[in-house]
Each structure stands twice: as structure tokens, then as C-alpha cells.
């Protein structure tokens, strides 16, 4: 059983950063996918990016290249997702999610485990 607690959401404005973090307890092994979602109001969940902890290949949502660093502290089993220049649109519930596939997919099926979430509210 893995448990996943997220922190470091709040509110923001246009083109600040928020540094998400996601810590994993319970394990025995460590997942190999780790991944963010997110989900806004009335909206499904959307994936953000993933990593992968073996490879440490990273992977983002085209909405987020370029803006968003994926990145984990394997020390601290802590996933980090680094947000920059934020827009309105990416005001939303942030999803931490695991899984011990060997792929990394975007699909929140292909996660079994999951937090609880943590808001970022992006504002003009």
C-alpha cells in the first residue's frame, strides 16, 4: 500500500511559480511511475507530467512543456512538480499518483494510487 500526501498549492498570480510537492509512505519498493494530475471544476482529471523513478525519464502534457520540471528526491521519497509561469487555465485540484507499471502512462486507469490533492488557484 502506498500512501501519497501532496503540499505547496496555493494561490498565485499570473506568471508566478508554485513548487508542488508529493511525499510517498507505506512501501516496501519504491513505484516506478510517479505522476501529476489535475483537475478543474466541472472538468476531468487531466494529466500533467510523470516520472519515471528507474530511468528518471520525464514526460509533460503539451499544456505545461516548457513551464513545468517534474523532478524527485528519492532520499526523501518526495516528487516535486516546479510550475512557472502560471496561467488562469492551469487553476486547479493537483493529483499525486503512483503506480509500479514499467511504462508511464498519462491515463489516471494506469494509476493505482493516489493523494488527496492540493489546490493552485492562479489569478489576474
Known amino acids: 500500500q502506498v500512501q501519497l500526501v501532496e503540499s505547496g498549492g496555493g494561490s498565485v498570480q499570473a506568471g508566478g511559480s508554485l513548487r508542488l510537492s508529493c511525499t510517498a509512505s507505506g512501501h516496501t519498493w519504491s513505484p516506478i511511475c510517479m505522476a501529476w494530475f489535475r483537475q478543474a471544476p466541472g472538468k476531468e482529471r487531466d494529466w500533467v507530467a510523470s516520472?519515471?523513478?528507474?530511468?528518471?525519464?520525464?514526460y509533460y502534457a503539451n499544456s505545461v512543456k516548457g513551464r513545468a520540471t517534474i523532478s524527485r528526491d528519492s532520499a526523501k521519497n518526495t516528487v516535486h512538480l516546479q510550475m512557472n509561469s502560471l496561467e488562469l487555465e492551469d487553476t486547479a485540484m493537483y493529483f499525486c499518483?503512483?503506480?509500479?507499471?514499467?511504462?508511464?502512462?498519462?491515463?489516471?486507469?494506469?494509476?493505482?494510487?493516489w493523494g488527496q490533492g492540493t489546490q493552485v488557484t492562479v489569478s489576474s
Open positions: 499518483a503512483a503506480d509500479y507499471r514499467v511504462t508511464c502512462g498519462s491515463r489516471t486507469s494506469e494509476y493505482l494510487y
Open positions: 516520472i519515471h523513478t528507474v530511468s528518471h525519464n520525464t
